[in-house]
Structure formats: C-alpha cells, structure tokens
C-alpha cells in the first residue's frame, strides 16, 4: 500500500512515523519547504500542555487527543532523544475575576484527569515561583507541564521515518489530488506525479486548499498569528515554572517561558488574519508591545529590551470549524484528512497520529513489523559533556575542539553532523536555518553576526559552492552576493 503524507510538520511527521511500523507500506511525505518543520511547526510557544483548559463538552475529541499527546510525548521524547524540560505550568490570577477564571479550569482538570492541579494561594505562589509579580492574587498550578523543541521533535521524527524505510520529498509542492472512479490514485507535484492509494492531508495553512484538490470544500482555515519576544540567556528574572496569563475564549494566554536552550521566550498574540496572509510570518509594534504589557502583569519585572534577540512571528491553521478535522473519506476512497490542527496541536500530535492510524485501520487490514526501531540519537553535543568525555572526543576527532558559535557553544564537528544527518533525510539544499534548528548554532545573543561567516565557509567546503550563494532558509535568501573585489573590479 501507497501512502502520501503530504506536509513534513508535527502532525504529518508524527503520522508517517506510525506509518512505518506496518508491513507492506510505502510512506512518501512531502513537503513544499526545503526542510522539515519549517511550516506551523517552526514558530509557537513550545508548550506540552497538561490539557486543564480543553473543555470535553465543547470538544470532546480533541480534549481526549491532547491528553493522550500529553502522556505520549513522555515516551517520544526518551526514544527518539529530543530536548525537552517538564517544570510545570502556573496560570496567573492578578485579580478576583481572574480567580474565578482560575477556579474554572480547576474543574476541567479535575474533569479531565489531570493529575496534581491545584489552586495556590499567593503566599505558596511567591515561594514556587519567586519571579512572579507580588501583586497576583493566586495561581492555578499544573506539575506535568512540559516544553521541548518543537523543529527538533520535527528532526527527529524524520530522521527516524527515514530509519525505518519512509521517504521524505522535499522542494516538491501538491498541484492536484488525482482521484479516479472516486478513489484518490495520487497527487501532481511540482516533480511529477506520485502515485498513492491513501493520502494524508496535513498541510497546515494550506490544508484547506489541498482538500479542495479532492473536491471536499466544506471548510476553510484562516491563519492566526502569534507573535514572540526571545531575551538572551543572560536575562532575568527567568521563571522556571512556565507561567502565563488568564486564558481567554481566543487564546491561551501571554506565555512566559524558559526554553530547553536556557533563553527567555514571552508570547504569543493571536491575531485572525484574513486567509490570503498565510505568509505573514513578521512581527508588529503593536503585537510586540501587547505582549510585553500582558507580560509584565505577571512577572516581578521584565528584564530590559537591550537583551532582547530577537522577535518574530509564527502562525496557526485556525479552522472554521473550530477544532481539529480528522476525517477518512469515503468519495473520494483513500483521501484522510489531518487538518485543523490549531492550539494544542503540538500537544496533540501523537494522538492525532495515533488516531489518523485507527481510521485508516477501519478500511485497510495493517499487520506491524516484527522489528520496528523506535529510537533515533540526538547529535553529540560538546558543551553538554564532561571535560573527560570532551577531552576524549576531541583527541578522536579535532573539530569537536574547534568552537564556532561562542554563544552556544557550537562545535565544528556538530556542524558536520547536521549536514550530514539533512543530507540522509533528503534535504537537497544545505541552509543556514537547517543547521542552526539541529545544533542551536546561532540561536545565541549575536543571533549569527560573528558565526555565521565561518559556517558559511564550512558549509562551502560541504557542498562545493562559494561562501556567499549559501541560503538561510528557502529560494532567495542568499548570504552574498560575491566576493567584495568584484564589486570593485565592476565599478
């Protein structure tokens, strides 16, 4: 059996992974990005949910599929080696409305089965989490929270599928879902025709117009933008708890989040876009000085601005449906739908995989593999080990010795590796971006400035091509335009 996945984020990654395990399947993901992860996958807040604030009246399944993600990710995050930190969440009351907001999804969690939430006063707030603003009122506590690297989850997931016999297609965009005396037979591409007897929509933002192709036009998605601050490691205060606003009927809440690499990550805004702004990946001043305004309602104080490194934007497939679509048509026969993957998505994937599978098994016999390989190892990294384990290493091999991104203490070997590890996934194009998400290269306060010149040169080397005609993310990005004497000699 053929199966198309089309989309190489979260959801479409963690599907074709389950994929993997059943005989007799030829899984082919594709992506219309250069890399993996790249989509709504790229930019959120980072957050496992502990799931206290789905309702299960109002929605049912995906309240059942962020639980069932939730406990998940535990196990994924052991097997396939993905950063990820479990400190445990605090919504924030700064006022007795807010209290009654708190008391609220108290209920739900309880409800829901979320083991250890509970309302703290202020005075047990302040002592588990001294950075919160000593005029909060109370917080309502939920210990299994976690956050990982979500373009990381998306690595390793591919790297595993591809371990496992998948394949991933990536410059290769869906032009048409081919369906014949109404069974789906494939989908054109950019590359040519792939032949499938099931495909698997998880094409995020553009999920809808990809449904279209297949004649299903009973929805449409519009993007929802979020917009985040990222401080430098060295800022503080820096909650170890996640802490965050009040959610809202529209959004979770100002998140304030300490990250797997140590940096400080405040946001999101949730802005409905109309849907032709599927592209409006840039941040605002106006959603820029919401989020620290919201921000700083909760926290003691906000480090200063100089130590702010960045800003940026993601978005989010909002649905007019309100909630996840997981369908399995039956006209056209073999066309299965993963869309609608708004907040708690992240969360959420394994589930969603989990359930994609269980419809497709309602119509196809899959029996697993008696041997399946669950796991996948993360890229060594030299700052994290011992000074004998790091002598040891660099006595081998002499690039682990050699620094390159002093901020995140970076290796010239880890960077060999990740180019190395694009390639076998089926990367075509080697980019800045796609070392920088698989070593934390330039994820650092000089976001690049001093490294960047010597991985460009290490990256030429790779590749055969010069310094500058290296990307940083997709068709255009060049870092240069030639060598400097050139400009001269042309004048």
């Known amino acids: 059996m053929r199966v198309v996945v089309i989309g190489a984020g979260v959801t479409g990654l963690s599907t074709a992974r389950l994929l993997t395990r059943y005989r007799g399947v030829d899984v082919v993901v594709v992506e219309r990005n250069p890399d993996v992860g790249w989509g709504v996958s790229k930019a959120n807040t980072s957050i496992i949910h502990p799931c206290h604030e789905e309702d299960p009246d109002k929605?049912?399944?995906?309240?059942?599929?962020?639980?069932?993600?939730?406990?998940?990710?535990?196990?994924?995050?052991?097997?396939?080696?993905?950063?990820?930190?479990?400190?445990?969440?605090?919504?924030?009351?700064?006022?007795?409305?807010?209290?009654?907001?708190?008391?609220?999804?108290?209920?739900?969690?309880?409800?829901?089965?979320?083991?250890?939430?509970?309302?703290?006063?202020?005075?047990?707030?302040?002592?588990?989490?001294?950075?919160?603003?000593?005029?909060?009122?109370?917080?309502?506590?939920?210990?299994?929270?976690?956050?990982?690297?979500?373009?990381?989850?998306?690595?390793?997931?591919?790297?595993?599928?591809?371990?496992?016999?998948?394949?991933?297609?990536?410059?290769?965009?869906?032009?048409?879902?081919?369906?014949?005396?109404?069974?789906?037979?494939?989908?054109?591409?950019?590359?040519?025709?792939?032949?499938?007897?099931?495909?698997?929509?998880?094409?995020?933002?553009?999920?809808?117009?990809?449904?279209?192709?297949?004649?299903?036009?009973?929805?449409?998605?519009?993007p929802r933008r979020g917009q985040y601050i990222l401080y430098d490691r060295m800022a503080e205060p820096k909650p170890d708890k996640i802490i965050h606003t009040a959610p809202t009927p529209k959004t979770k809440g100002v998140y304030i989040v300490k990250t797997v690499e140590n940096t400080l990550l405040i946001g999101p805004t949730a802005e409905d876009l109309p849907p032709d702004m599927r592209d409006a990946t840039y941040p605002t001043r106006e959603g820029i000085e919401y989020i620290l305004r919201n921000a700083s309602k909760i926290i003691s104080r906000l480090p200063p601005r100089s130590l702010v490194i960045r800003m940026f934007a993601g978005l989010r497939p909002e649905p007019s449906t309100g909630t996840f679509i997981l369908r399995f048509h039956e006209d056209?026969?073999?066309?299965?739908?993963?869309?609608?993957?708004?907040?708690?998505?992240?969360?959420?994937?394994?589930?969603?995989?989990?359930?994609?599978?269980?419809?497709?098994?309602?119509?196809?016999?899959?029996v697993e593999k008696e041997k399946w390989n669950p796991f996948r190892r993360g890229i060594r990294r030299v700052k994290e080990l011992g000074l004998t384990e790091r002598n040891k290493l660099i006595r081998e091999d002499p690039r682990y010795g050699r620094i390159i991104c002093k901020c995140m203490g970076v290796s010239e070997a880890e960077i060999v590796e990740a180019v190395e590890r694009m390639r076998k996934i089926g990367v075509e194009e080697i980019t800045f971006d796609g070392v920088k998400f698989r070593v934390h290269a330039m994820y650092g306060r000089c976001q690049g400035t001093f490294c960047r010149p010597e991985i460009s040169l290490i990256l030429s080397r790779l590749t055969g091509k010069p310094p500058w005609m290296m990307r940083f993310k997709d068709h255009g990005s060049f870092y240069g335009v030639g060598e400097v004497k050139d400009l001269f000699r042309r004048g």
Request: with cysteine; glycine share 8%; charged share 25%.
């Open 59 to 222: 929605h049912p399944l995906r309240t059942k599929l962020c639980l069932e993600g939730h406990n998940t990710w535990y196990r994924w995050v052991r097997e396939l080696d993905i950063d990820a930190r479990w400190p445990g969440e605090i919504i924030i009351a700064t006022s007795r409305e807010e209290y009654r907001v708190l008391k609220h999804y108290h209920r739900l969690a309880m409800r829901n089965g979320v083991p250890g939430v509970r309302i703290i006063d202020r005075d047990e707030l302040l002592r588990i989490e001294p950075s919160v603003n000593p005029d909060s009122v109370a917080g309502l506590y939920a210990p299994s929270a976690g956050t990982i690297d979500p373009v990381g989850a998306c690595i390793a997931l591919a790297e595993n599928i591809v371990d496992n016999g998948g394949r991933i297609l990536f410059n290769t965009e869906v032009r048409d879902v081919v369906v014949r005396d109404r069974r789906v037979r494939g989908v054109k591409t950019s590359r040519g025709f792939i032949e499938a007897d099931i495909v698997v929509n998880a094409a995020g933002l553009y999920a809808d117009i990809i449904s279209r192709m297949a004649g299903i036009n009973d929805y449409n998605i519009h």
């Open 332 to 366: 056209p026969w073999g066309f299965v739908e993963a869309t609608g993957i708004r907040s708690p998505g992240l969360t959420a994937a394994p589930g969603i995989a989990r359930y994609i599978i269980d419809l497709i098994k309602e119509h196809v016999d899959l």
